[in-house]
């Protein structure tokens, strides 16, 4: 058996080290807060709908974190009925574009005047509406990494990390007594690195997926009442 | 000997893959400095609003349906040729019906007088602006269009004559070229109009007052 020489075996220690240190740091962390202003809780034949707030001037809600939000709350244990946003929006067209969208609960008082809106909101049975609002922040970008091609071959060098920051609000209305119950606040933050010896190896904090699971799980509970 | 004729054909072919290489970059260079042709597609929902008793017919002159806008790089090169005529049609066919109680489509103000209905409605594109994150160092792509609205009673006689804005924005993300960014971007600023036209419609003014007078 071929044994490795001890210069070879020293590089692959040192890289298996820097490996486990990046592994380490670039972890996620997240907080949830909740505030409660109302009772909760949800029938089997109800649903909701998660919509996300594109009205701001320099950032939107990215309609993948709603559906990721979506997903994980119609899944698992106690798993919620959630009517996917793209088919509620368009159903209810005009009434919930960026710019014709209810800001507020009187504003969605206003709306449930509508006849065609009240009917469309029992037609799908839904009981609450929760709004996401937020957005992930990209900042700390450092170091630099180098690829180079030749006859001998190819290889990156170099070293680059950043940090991710995803804050998102969801608010909580009550269709039925048109009141916002509730609003619960995630923001996970984590440090991403890039590695490259030779080949770039990247170790990316899944912030905004972590936010989204930790948002979902949370949500879930507060709309069953728990 | 062997080995001299082994190492020339072993040359030869790296020299081969090199230019072959060359081209394939040089072809992908030249593809990348011609102007990159952008047609607007979207999917416009029929719109959850109360049907005014009027038959009108819709005029869509040449210009709406060839229009296209022209984006110039900082150095006057033509960078996106993005036509929208065909969207626009398709948007104002998705709406009009839901708002009327019938609509004729028709080419021209001439054709539409000889129909003989409740009124005319002819709308024409002003200005259509772009805005691209590597030009505003924004992160989002953004789409504005002016519209001039006109409405004409049947026999042509003018009622209203408004201008009606619509806006779209779509942020940048990891794998999606510039070109699905633009579509989706125009396509947010599409919808834009059918909702605000199709709220804002019978609340112009003339309109209002047109409407009450019948």
């Known amino acids: ?226 | 000997m062997n080995s001299v004729s082994g190492q020339t054909t072993s040359t030869n072919t790296f020299y081969k893959r090199v230019k072959s290489l060359c081209v394939a970059a040089l072809a992908v260079l030249l593809a990348g400095c011609g102007v990159s042709n952008v047609v607007i597609e979207g999917n416009y929902p029929t719109p959850n609003v109360a049907s005014l008793p009027v038959n009108v017919a819709v005029v869509f002159d040449q210009a709406l349906r060839d229009f296209h806008y022209i984006e110039y790089s900082e150095i006057g090169d033509e960078e996106y040729n993005i036509a929208s005529g065909d969207s626009h049609i398709a948007l104002f066919s998705a709406i009009l019906p839901a708002m009327f109680e019938s609509v004729v489509m028709v080419d021209s103000l001439e054709e539409a007088q000889g129909l003989g209905l409740d009124a005319i409605f002819y709308p024409v594109i002003d200005e259509f602006q772009l805005a691209l994150p590597q030009k505003t160092k924004l992160d989002v792509y953004e789409v504005w269009i002016r519209y001039n609205m006109r409405f004409f009673a049947g026999d042509g006689d003018p009622i209203a004559d408004w201008v009606q804005t619509s806006y779209g924005k779509t942020p940048t993300e990891t794998m999606r070229g510039t070109d699905a960014a633009i579509n989706d971007a125009a396509v947010v600023a599409l919808r834009d109009l059918a909702s605000s036209f199709s709220l804002s419609f019978a609340q112009v003014p003339e309109i209002k007052d047109w409407i009450a007078a019948r």
């Not at chain 1, 990390?161 to 984590?190: C, H, K, M, P, Y």
């Open chain 1, 1 to 226: 058996m071929t044994q490795l020489s001890a210069p070879t075996k020293r590089h692959l220690q040192a890289l298996a080290g820097l490996v486990l240190l990046t592994v380490l740091g670039s972890c996620t962390s997240t907080t949830v807060d909740e505030f409660r202003q109302g009772a909760t809780g949800i029938d089997s034949g109800e649903s909701i709908v998660i919509l996300g707030r594109r009205h701001a001037s320099d950032y939107e809600t990215r309609a993948e974190f709603v559906d990721c939000v979506g997903e994980r709350m119609n899944s698992g244990s106690d798993s919620i009925s959630v009517i996917p946003e793209k088919e509620f929006v368009d159903a209810m067209f005009p009434w919930f574009e960026p710019r014709t969208a209810p800001l507020r609960t009187r504003d969605l008082e206003r709306l449930m005047a509508e006849q065609v809106v009240a009917d469309k909101m029992e037609e799908f049975g839904i009981r609450y509406m929760v709004w996401l609002d937020g957005f992930t922040e990209t900042s700390g970008r450092t170091g630099s990494i180098s690829c180079t091609v030749g006859p001998g071959g190819a290889g990156c060098f170099g070293f680059g990390s950043w940090e991710d920051d995803s804050n998102f609000d969801a608010r909580v209305w009550d269709v039925g007594s048109l009141q916002n119950v509730g609003t619960i606040s995630t923001d996970a933050t984590g440090q991403s690195y890039v590695p490259a010896l030779v080949i770039p190896i990247p170790l990316i904090a899944r912030v905004e997926a972590n936010a989204c699971t930790r948002l979902a799980d949370q949500l879930k509970q507060f709309v069953n009442g728990e």
